[in-house]
């Protein structure tokens, strides 16, 4: 359970992160969607699953998680592709980098393993060992202060909802999330809410 804290939090800090302007649909997807992108490079521990019990077992989880995705080149790429698809391409841009280092910043801060093996965050790989993150205060992936951060993004991401008229269910499904933005503007706001477009 605790390993799907960290993913989940890095989702809604995206999700914070592209209401900071006035992005569309679209935008907003892209920029959180680059909260979570960076961990792509952590679905080696699938095949490591599956190889656990053969004569040789895979190691791409220990191997490659944070190495591929954690670093500048992956970021500025990130980035790229969003400045080629987006409709506010050079804000989308920075805000897709700032998502992404504040991805990297909350594993660097509050992702040790369960193991207690501090992850480090290889920034400059593949060209440089000299740009390596690593913090020694960092905190458990199932420490309180990862579940509190959780938590206050959560309650934060359900207030926009409220306030501006969709939540992060407008990227699977713009219905659903009508229904679901209008259910909680009836619980929690004054005017008993009325949608924004």
Known sequence: MFDVMSPITHFFAGWL?????????RDRLLVTLAGIVPDLDGLGIVPDF????????L???????HLFGHNLLFGLAA?????AVATKRPLASLLILLT???????????GRGPDGYSW???YGWPFTAAWTWQWSGQWALNASPNFVITAFAIGLTLFLAVKRGFSPLEMVSPKADAVVVATLRRRFSKTGGSSNP
């Open 120 to 122: 480090p965050i290889p």
């Open 50 to 57: 599956l190889t656990r019990h053969s004569a040789q077992p």
């Open 100 to 110: 992404f280092h504040l991805h990297l910043l909350g594993d660097v801060v509050g």
């Open 79 to 83: 980035a790229s592709l969003g400045f």
């Open 17 to 25: 992160v592209a209401n900071l302007d006035d992005l569309n649909r």
């Open 59 to 65: 190691n791409w989880w220990s191997d490659y998680h």
